[in-house]
Structure formats: structure tokens, C-alpha cells
């Protein structure tokens, strides 16, 4: 399933989705002028380097752990950045109007390195710390809680695929982030799809969940909606 947009407008510009956006695609120009697989490893989230604080790729951009937060903003690939700038646009505006901007950037950056810290752990309980953690998935992750504690009854225009089966279809906000988190746990229990951080998935959805209850929404905001 692909969201494509929802039918609640915002109140106010999103500034800081659109600033993180921007930063986004600037460090993913930034890669492909290094390469991918270098940027990767001195920028992204090594297990290893997070629980030793010594880098294994030196040098890197900053020291780890910091790479926690240069992490979520570097992808593995012009689908990985591209799908996952769609979900915060889509979603992030909304969240960011509800919450106010200086509290989404917070929240966003929480759940981010939420995601991160749950993804180590998953990784050294496994053995497999050597591997970098690239994109901003997880924060993402937390923007989707937040989007469905705040807006379930919102509708999603979706572009659902399956083989030759192609369809436009609108779902409650809901259902469409509930289905999207049920992937992410079938994928711990059958597999997964291989370099995807299914952890980090999972950490920064929890996260949003408690993070949009504790910061709570910013005063004067309601809920409006468009008709199709």
C-alpha cells in the first residue's frame, strides 16, 4: 500500500517537515558524491561502534554515539529516501501542526534515536553489530503513532498493489497505520525483508506512541478535513 495523501489540511506551513525533508535529500546528495557504502559506515548506526564508542570505519562524521542522529538522516538508495520523504510529508505536516514545531522536532528527533537504541540491542542479542543502520524509518515510525492517536478517523488516498491488481482506494488513517505496524511484527516472526531495520520500525512506533501522550498538542489545534 502506498499513501499518496490524506484528507486533512493543516492550519499552519509545516516548516519543520519541510526543513527535515530538505536536510534529508542534502546529506542523501552528499552520499551519492561519497558513495552509499561509505557514507553508510561513517554515518550510520553501527551496532558495534554504538556500545563500544570506538569507531570501526574511522573516520566518521561524528564520534558514536552520535551517529544515532546523523543516521536517521542518510539512506541506502533512491527508494529508501524517496518512500520514506513520501510517508513524512503525507503524515509529518499533520503531526507537526498538532503538536507545534519546536515539540515535533523533539518528538521526531526522540523517536528517532528511540528506534536507533532498539535496533542495537535487537542487533547484539542476534550477534550481527557490524552491520550500518541508514534512513529515517524509524523516526518516521514515530510519526505514524502519533498520526493515528491523533487523526484515526482521517482518510488516506492509497494506491493498493497486488501483481496486476492496481487500485485507488480510501482508508481511515487507522486501519492503513494498524496494517502498516502488523507488517513490521509479522516481519520479526517470519523473516523480514533482508537490510530492513524491523526493530527500529517497531522502537520508534512505541515511542511515538508514548511520546505524542506525554508532549501532548499544542493549544488552539483542531482537527479539520477536506471532501474528496
Known sequence: MIPLKDDTPVERTPVVTIALIA???AAFLWQL?????SSALRGGVIPYEILTFQDVWPPDVVPPPFTIFTGM???????HIASNML?????????????????FLVF???????????????SALVGDIEV???GASG???GVLAAYMVLLPRSRVLTLVWVFFFVRLVRVPAGFFIGI?????????????APGVAVFAHIGGFVAGLVLVRVMGRRTGWRVRRIGW
Open 23 to 25: 536536510v534529508n535529500v
Open 108 to 122: 521526531y528527533l526522540l523517536s528517532g534515536v528511540a528506534a536507533a537504541i532498539v535496533q542495537v540491542v535487537a
Open 139 to 141: 523516526a518516521i515510525a
Open 73 to 79: 538522516f542518510l539512506h541506502g538508495g533512491f527508494v
Open 33 to 37: 558524491g561519497t558513495g552509499l557504502e
Open 180 to 192: 502498516w505496524f502488523a507488517l513490521q511484527v509479522m516481519s520479526v516472526f517470519f523473516g523480514g
Open 132 to 134: 550500518p543502520m541508514v
Open 87 to 103: 510517508f513524512l510529508w503525507i503524515f509529518g505536516n499533520n503531526v507537526e501542526d498538532a503538536l507545534g514545531r519546536v515539540r
